[in-house]
């Protein structure tokens, strides 16, 4: 059997020629071609839809994390908090109380006392200290309470008062030991309570 292979006609629409060797293909109707493109559109389309469904449900996952971390943290950081604030004011309280112990005369000055100065050096020497600490100190109000403040503040105060009085007593000339002296000789008869401020202080803590 003999089969002749024609040559395709250049100038005629490829569609023909399929539809000619295809008989079928021309008895299709209109909802066949609209059949078929849907199959291709979706066979096209399917690789995208599951990417997109695969990225939903890896959002739907990170949101319901989230939801879930939210719910619990504020139980979780307001007893954090709680346990950072507490901690932040007992350490406030024990620099105060610190600093109350360092500055009373009976330990300032062992601690600063240099023969080599006169009365007058000391005396501004003395007064920078107490400044200086009680300026690295200034934050702890913020964890204190106003009372507590308030006799740390009047305390600080009262020392210096005490040190310029006893400082118009001596000579400009004289020694650092004889400031040091009349400094303690006044301590002792001031009104400066160091025992009952720690007390007041330390009882807040309590």
Known sequence: MNIRKGKSDPNKPLFLTFAKTNPNIMNM??????????????????????????????????????????????????????????????????????????????????????????SKEYQLLLIREIRNEFEYNLSQQLYLSEDSWVMTSHFKDNIITLINTASTECDPTATAGELAKKILEQYIHSDIKVDLILKAIKAEIN
């Open 29 to 118: 109707t209109t909802s066949d071609y609209l059949l078929i493109a849907l199959i291709v559109f979706i066979l096209l389309l399917y690789p995208l839809l599951r990417r997109i469904t695969s990225l939903l449900e890896v959002l739907v996952k990170k949101y319901v994390q989230s939801t879930s971390n939210t719910a619990e943290k504020p139980q979780y950081n307001e007893g954090q908090i709680t346990q950072t604030v507490l901690n932040l004011k007992l350490l406030a309280y024990e620099r105060i109380i610190l600093f109350i112990e360092r500055m009373k005369p009976d330990s300032l000055i062992p601690r600063t006392l240099s023969p080599s100065l006169t």
